[in-house]
């Protein structure tokens, strides 16, 4: 079935310093649509980035992502980590037709933890 | 803007006890999801439902009933709650075609 296979567990990183949380996916979509949520502590997750085209980047807040098809990919960046980056980061899949009703499926999720 | 509530906030339910979640949505959107968040586990979809009275099992429907009554309220019951069904449930919707999924701010369910 389809999946999503993000980088486990909690990431510590020092402010400042780039950020990349990996993903990967497995899916008989043809078109998949790629998405990275965040959550913050006592809110609710949001976009915060998304693609459905290959090799193209995406960019929000400061984040980037491009999504690889080749090596089924769409992994998280940013080039310098600040503190308020400290949250829940999900990569998530679907079709980008639609076929199966707008199923979202989620990966594991990635506690990013930014100090000073 | 729209907005999604969850009811109630903070669920404590006992072991074998029947509990209900509820959620309403004011974006007048098609589809309604309802996720299990686990630390370590990610969010599991339990139920979606694409249309009012539309029910579709997600990977982790067993132990649950999910009802689409109208267009802007999901609720999802836990059949017989477990002590290890302590995690946080959360609601979201979309509209088919949108590819943008907006989530309530979830109930913590806690069984004793």
């Known amino acids: 079935g389809d999946s999503v296979t993000q980088t486990e567990g909690l990431v510590t990183l020092t402010e400042g310093l780039p950020v990349m949380l990996n993903c990967t996916y497995q899916t008989i979509y043809s078109n998949p649509f790629l998405f990275w949520y965040v959550h913050y502590l006592n809110e609710s997750p949001r976009l915060l980035l998304k693609?459905?085209?290959?090799?193209k980047r995406t960019e929000h807040q400061g984040f980037h992502a491009t999504l690889h098809k080749s090596s089924s990919s769409f992994h998280l960046q940013k080039s310098s980590a600040q503190l308020s980056d400290s949250a829940l980061y999900y990569c998530a899949l679907s079709d980008r037709y639609g076929s199966s009703g707008n199923k979202l499926i989620f990966g594991i999720g990635t506690l990013l933890s930014v100090k000073p | 803007g729209g907005i999604i509530t969850q009811t109630p906030k903070f669920l404590i339910g006992q072991e074998g006890q029947k509990l209900t979640l509820k959620c309403q949505q004011n974006f007048n959107h098609d589809t309604m999801y309802w996720y299990r968040q686990d630390s370590g586990k990610g969010l599991r979809l339990i139920y979606y439902?694409?249309?009012?009275?539309?029910?579709q099992k997600g990977d982790l429907s067993e132990g649950y009933d999910a009802s689409r009554e109208k267009k802007s309220s999901f609720s999802l019951t836990v059949t017989s709650a477990q002590k290890n069904e302590m995690a946080v449930f959360l609601c979201?919707?979309?509209?088919?075609?949108?590819?943008?999924?907006?989530f309530g701010k979830g109930t913590r369910l806690t069984v004793v």
């Open positions: 439902s694409i249309t009012e009275n539309d029910l």
């Open positions: 979201a919707s979309t509209n088919t075609g949108n590819t943008e999924v907006f």
């Open positions: 693609s459905s085209t290959d090799n």
